[in-house]
């Protein structure tokens, strides 16, 4: 079945509707319509990925722009981000190493939470601020420990008080600086 056949009635106007390389402002949405070509079997696919998750095209494609500015924003910026890792007791020392590295990083890690799930088996997410490089780095110090099973470091480009804050975060308890 051609992928126009499996679009209905509505969608194959709008996709065969000879839109292209147009745009139709309209400032009363706040919005700009312009058209978007892609291979016929890549738009199945995106399809079937919004009927799953029953999002519209629109939704889909800001979320992808905004995902793709994010990742250019943080090539240089500064970020927040969520550090996850799953790590084992039976491990030496383990526990020790990974909590030294986190507090030489005490300006990047606002928060931790430890949840134990099982006898042997140990989740730690971390939350962080600060240059995204730095946050990189930290993450692979600490996943790259022996006995750290797997983790995951997702990151936010910082445009929020708390990413702001970050730069002062270094300055020293009774340090004469005032802001």
């Not at 905004?66 to 491990?91: F, I, P, T, W």
């Not at 606002?110 to 962080?128: F, G, K």
């Not at 790259?144 to 020293?172: D, E, I, W, Y």
Request: net charge neutral.
């Amino acid at each position: 079945m051609s992928i126009l056949a499996s679009l209905d009635r509505q969608d194959r106007w709008c996709y065969d509707c000879r839109m292209r390389n147009t745009e139709n402002h309209d400032e009363e949405a706040g919005a700009v319509r312009f058209s978007v070509s892609m291979e016929p079997e890549l738009l199945a696919r995106f399809e079937a990925l919004l009927r799953r998750t029953g999002w519209s095209r629109s939704k889909a494609i800001r979320d992808l722009v905004r995902n793709r500015l994010a990742e250019s924003e943080l090539e240089s910026g500064s970020a927040v981000g969520v550090l996850s890792y799953v790590y084992g007791h039976d491990q030496p020392d383990l526990a020790h190493r990974l909590m030294h590295i986190q507090h030489e990083a005490h300006a990047e890690v606002v928060s931790s939470t430890h949840v134990h799930l099982d006898r042997r088996e140990c989740l730690e997410v971390l939350i962080l601020r600060g240059p995204a490089a730095d946050l990189r780095e930290l993450a692979n110090r600490l996943l790259a420990l022996k006995g750290v099973r797997q983790g995951r470091l997702n990151l936010t480009p910082a445009r929020c008080p708390l990413a702001g804050a970050h730069g002062r975060a270094h300055q020293h308890p009774g340090s004469s600086r005032h802001d």
